[in-house]
T-cell receptor, first 114, second 114 residues
Framework: AQSVTQPDIHITVSEGASLELRCNYSYGATPYLFWYVQSPGQGLQLLLKYFSGDTLVQGIKGFEAEFKRSQSSFNLRKPSVHWSDAAEYFC????????????FGKGTKLSVKP | DAGVIQSPRHEVTEMGQEVTLRCKPISGHDYLFWYRQTMMRGLELLIYFNNNVPIDDSGMPEDRFSAKMPNASFSTLKIQPSEPRDSAVYFCASNGEGDSYEQYFGPGTRLTVT
C-alpha cells in the first residue's frame, strides 16, 4: 500500500541554522510529491511540489526539496531558518494521477530557538 | 479571492447532537475535499467532490457522517449523532483543474464533542 513516512515528529533548530526535514514514501512508481506547511490554527499551504524533471525543486519562503528515486525520498531543506518558520510540515504523495489519492505523512513539528 | 472559507471555526457540542460544518470553496474550483486531522491518525481524506458530484466517500468513517454539495459554492459535512471520538479538526480544501493538483485549504473547524 502507498504510504508516506516522516521519521521526525519534532525538530528544534536555532535561528540561522540550516534545516533538513526527512520524507520517505512507498509506491511502486514515482508519485507526485508535495510539501505543505501548517502554521498554528491555520490550514495547510503548499511550499513546493515535484512531478518530473529536475530533481531539485525550489519553493516559497526559501525552501527547496530534492527527489531521490533510489532512496524513495523527498527531503525538505532550508539553508537558514527564521523564527517565522516554526510550524508543522507535511510531506504528501499523490499517486495514480487521481485528485483523491493524496496521502499525507504524520508531519514534523519545527521549533526555532532564538 | 478570500480563499476557502469554513464555518464555524470552533464547535463544542454534546454527545448525541447533530453537527454541521460548512465550506465555501474558491470560486471557479471544481474539486472539493473534506479532511479530518487528529493526533493519532494524522490527516485523512473523508470525501471529495468533482463538479458537485461525490466521487469517493470511502474515507467517511460511519453512516453517522454525510456530506453534500448542493452547488459549486457550498458544501456541508454533517455528523449525526456526534460522539466524543469525532473530536478533531476538519478541513475543507479546493482545487481547480489548472492548479496541478495543488489543494487550497481552509482554516479548519475544531470540533469538540463532550
Amino acid at each position: 500500500a502507498q504510504s508516506v513516512t516522516q521519521p521526525d515528529i519534532h525538530i528544534t533548530v536555532s535561528e540561522g541554522a540550516s534545516l533538513e526535514l526527512r520524507c520517505n514514501y512507498s509506491y511502486g512508481a514515482t508519485p507526485y510529491l508535495f510539501w505543505y506547511v501548517q502554521s498554528p490554527g491555520q490550514g495547510l499551504q503548499l511550499l513546493l511540489k515535484y512531478f518530473s524533471g529536475d530533481t531539485l525543486v525550489q519553493g516559497i519562503k526559501g525552501f527547496e526539496a530534492e527527489f531521490k528515486r533510489s532512496q524513495s525520498s523527498f527531503n525538505l531543506r532550508k539553508p537558514s531558518v527564521h523564527w517565522s518558520d516554526a510550524a508543522e510540515y507535511f510531506c504528501a504523495i499523490l499517486y495514480g494521477g487521481s485528485q483523491g489519492n493524496l496521502i499525507f505523512g504524520k508531519g514534523t513539528k519545527l521549533s526555532v530557538k532564538p | 479571492d478570500a480563499g476557502v472559507i469554513q464555518s464555524p471555526r470552533h464547535e463544542v457540542t454534546e454527545m448525541g447532537q447533530e453537527v454541521t460544518l460548512r465550506c465555501k470553496p474558491i470560486s471557479g474550483h471544481d474539486y472539493l475535499f473534506w479532511y479530518r486531522q487528529t493526533m493519532m491518525r494524522g490527516l485523512e481524506l473523508l470525501i471529495y467532490f468533482n463538479n458537485n458530484v461525490p466521487i469517493d466517500d470511502s474515507g467517511m468513517p460511519e453512516d453517522r457522517f454525510s456530506a453534500k454539495m448542493p452547488n459549486a459554492s457550498f458544501s456541508t459535512l454533517k455528523i449525526q449523532p456526534s460522539e466524543p471520538r469525532d473530536s478533531a479538526v476538519y478541513f475543507c480544501a479546493s482545487n481547480g483543474e489548472g492548479d496541478s493538483y495543488e489543494q487550497y485549504f481552509g482554516p479548519g473547524t475544531r470540533l469538540t464533542v463532550t
